[in-house]
């Protein structure tokens, strides 16, 4: 197995990692406080390439692999979950969704605008009673004929009120179960589209998340992803990719709090001495540092899986699984770490473990996660 990252891939990172400190760093606290969507800091992003990275170059892309896109994603998300979840959902479900799955008219018409950031898209798949069930859509697609009708309420949407375009799953064939779901491209601005209020979230509160409902609109048919009755195998592939996302989501707010640690340990003295050289701090930083080198791994290996066409579905499952697991362990001990300060915004490793519980929820909480691994082991 060859472990050395190439010069393109590098060169990803390093952009990445340069935008991050010079345009995320600034502000993030105050945007956190204030619930405040990055929205200079998201178009920057799309000028920059990094809410189309995969997409084919022919759309407006940049037309990278899936390693690209984790090296890029734990870069940014080592400073800003709220600007690393937009990427990643514009990237991993919305243009990744359309180029796959998508009619080249929807492709010429949505995916050239999202690839290069013109405008951001949104999942549309939890309900109020169905999180990541997508088997259980109340929102409903009566056709009729020409166009559908579409009616319900989704929970939880990112980007919800900045998307232009909305992939929404919903029931058009109730009797045939998941067979009868299916997946519309819907424009911002369609009559009878509401956006209800943002959440008040307990982390990535930069980001916008809010429930959106539909009455009686009115969606092309030639806004239909795939054929009729395709709704649920395009949610379950969306969302397998998805997963490798989020995972290196995770991994960058670990490996964030884990260097905000590092540095702070040398810095601080107890007992005469810099608490690094108290053995109990140097035991948790070595834990930290070994969890989080397990979850890049895992993070690379569902990376590799998809770019090199192999059934990416457990090893996505488990690099989700564990980073999230990491994410969470490390931001806490992050704080432990930092003692008091590590209670006060200005250290941020407080918004940084906020951020990390997201990460175990959203895109199928851990459990989901497990049903999946045990389901492929099990074949």
């Known amino acids: 197995m060859n472990f050395q990252l190439t010069e393109e891939h590098l060169a990803v990172q390093a952009a990445a990692r340069d935008f991050a400190q010079t345009e995320l760093l600034p502000g993030v606290i105050e945007r956190d406080e204030h619930q405040k969507f990055p929205a200079e800091q998201v178009k920057k992003m799309g000028e920059l390439g990094f ?6 170059p022919k759309y407006g892309g940049g037309g990278m692999d899936t390693i690209s896109y984790v090296l890029a994603m734990e870069e940014i998300s080592k400073v800003d979950a709220s600007a690393s979840v937009v990427m990643s959902v514009n990237n991993s479900l919305v243009c990744w969704g359309l180029e796959k799955y998508g009619t080249e008219e929807q492709k010429q018409k949505y995916l050239t605008k999202l690839a290069t950031g013109e405008v951001i898209g949104a999942f549309c798949l939890s309900e109020p009673e169905a999180g990541s069930d997508a088997t259980s859509q109340r929102t409903t697609a009566e056709d ?10 989704k929970n ?3 980007n919800g009120s900045t998307a232009s375009v909305y992939l929404v799953i919903a029931q058009t064939h109730p009797e045939k179960g998941h067979r009868g779901i299916n997946a519309l491209i819907v424009e911002r601005g369609m009559e009878g589209f509401a956006i209800g209020p943002k959440e008040n979230k307990l982390g990535i509160r ?3 998340t809010h429930s959106l409902m539909f009455t009686d609109v009115k969606v092309p ?3 239909r992803i795939g054929e009729d009755g395709f709704g649920f195998k395009f949610a379950m592939s969306t969302l ?3 997963r490798i996302g989020i995972a290196s989501q995770a991994l960058g707010i670990a490996s964030g709090a884990f260097e905000l640690a590092l540095k702070y340990s040398k810095e601080r003295k107890a007992f005469g001495v810099e608490i690094a050289k108290h053995q109990a701090i140097q035991f948790k930083l070595a834990d930290m540092g070994t969890n989080i080198e397990a979850a890049r791994l895992l993070c690379l290996q569902a990376a590799y899986d998809k770019d090199t066409h192999q059934d990416y579905a457990m090893s996505g499952a488990m690099a989700k699984l564990f980073a ?16 008091g300060y590590g209670f006060v915004k200005e250290y941020h490793v407080e918004r940084l473990m906020r951020d990390a519980k997201i990460t175990q929820i959203y895109e199928g909480t851990s459990e989901i996660q497990k049903i999946v691994i045990s389901r492929e082991l099990l074949k």
Do not use: C, F, P, R
Request: hydrophobic share 35%; aromatic share 6%; proline share 0%.
């Open 324 to 339: 999230s697991k990491v994410a969470m362990d490390t931001t806490v001990e992050a704080v432990q770490i930092h003692g």
């Open 156 to 158: 939880w949407i990112t």
């Open 221 to 223: 048919k030639e806004n």
């Open 51 to 56: 809410l189309g990275m995969m997409v084919d």
């Open 240 to 242: 397998a990719g998805g």
């Open 144 to 153: 009729k004929g020409d166009y559908y009708l579409l009616n319900g309420t």
């Open 206 to 208: 930069g980001s916008d």
